[in-house]
């Protein structure tokens, strides 16, 4: 029976796109070498504990299963990281694809779907930003993204690997059915670190940067449900298979909340308080980050379900309270 390999489906957004593969009836199997992932939360479908650098351990994995398609979360996201550490970045999210992708080729499976970034426009010219912008990563973290798509069109044009790319905003909360969620140590994502502060967790939130060119003076980002972005994939799967040309989408909610309005939300909905400390900006962050993700819904017919910020944050904040 053929499965979809599902590589990170022990981490954040691959185990929210493998319990909803494998309630759609699409046999998984998650590698993952649970470095940064946690084996509870792959619960759905075969495990095989493996690691992306080790190319011997992608030969077992591919002989031991039939693949049809591949789906690829292992990338290490942490744009500060990159900044301090390159080399970290470069070697995993680069060199670890090509090892992915090549294990793919002597396999003979030819179906990618690939978790890009917005970091691959870096700082974009106008908003929303459309799949049409050029690309202009502002941090080693998006240049990454970039050197991975560009590494994609060339095996697409040689090796006649069907791909998508897709290009996450900023994906937030919980899996409704509170099964699986946001468990990263360090967290660095927003959501969490406010609900942590709401409940006591932690004595500050530090807001980097209040002098940007927006409405308050702080980031403004696009917040996608980590569910929607799991249907992305589902779709981009079924896209591929029904011969659905190769790309990069965008997949976002089209409307920017900045970092002072999500602390108000989350304040709304935990009933906590949120203690403030400015703190200067951080290398590598664009004022606004807002999707136009027209083309996705076109050609895929994706409907985000979850787009309202608050009812974002309550999902977070019941993950959170179990957890």
């Known amino acids: 029976m053929k499965r979809v390999l599902i590589v990170g489906g022990a981490g954040y957004i691959g185990s929210h796109t493998n319990k909803l593969l494998s309630g759609n009836g699409i046999k998984t199997v998650v590698f993952d070498n649970l470095s940064t992932g946690h084996r509870r939360l792959a619960r759905w479908g075969e495990f095989f504990k493996g690691d992306l650098a080790r190319p011997a351990d992608l030969a077992r994995c591919f002989k031991k299963y039939k693949i049809s398609a591949v789906m690829h979360f292992s990338a290490f996201a942490f744009v500060g990281e990159s900044f301090a550490d390159p080399a970290k970045y470069y070697c995993n999210n680069v060199g670890n694809t090509l090892n992915l992708l090549n294990a793919m080729r002597a396999a003979g499976v030819a179906k990618f779907i690939f978790s890009s970034s917005c970091a691959v426009y870096g700082e974009p010219a106008c908003l929303p930003m459309k799949e049409n912008l050029p690309f202009n990563p502002v941090n080693p973290y998006g240049r990454t993204k970039k050197m991975v798509e560009d590494i994609l069109a060339d095996y697409s044009a040689a090796y006649g690997l069907k791909y998508a790319a897709l290009r996450y905003y900023n994906a937030a909360g919980a899996d409704p059915d509170g099964e699986t969620g946001e468990l990263h140590n360090p967290e660095t994502h927003l959501i969490p670190l406010v609900l942590a502060a ?126």
């Open 198 to 323: 709401a409940a006591g967790r932690l004595k500050d939130i530090k807001v980097f940067g209040s002098d940007y060119k927006t409405p308050d003076g702080t980031c403004l980002r696009d917040y996608i449900h980590v569910t929607d972005l799991a249907s992305a994939h589902l779709l981009a799967l079924r896209y591929l298979e029904k011969g659905g040309s190769s790309g990069g989408f965008n997949l976002g909610n089209g409307k920017g909340y900045s970092v002072l309005q999500v602390i108000k939300t989350a304040e709304k909905v935990t009933g906590g308080k949120v203690k403030i400390v400015k703190a200067p900006r951080r290398a590598g962050d664009p004022a606004a980050l807002v999707a136009s993700s027209f083309l996705i819904k076109k050609k895929m017919g994706w409907k985000p379900r979850y787009a309202g910020l608050e009812e974002i944050v309550r999902t977070a904040w019941e993950w959170h309270k179990k957890n």
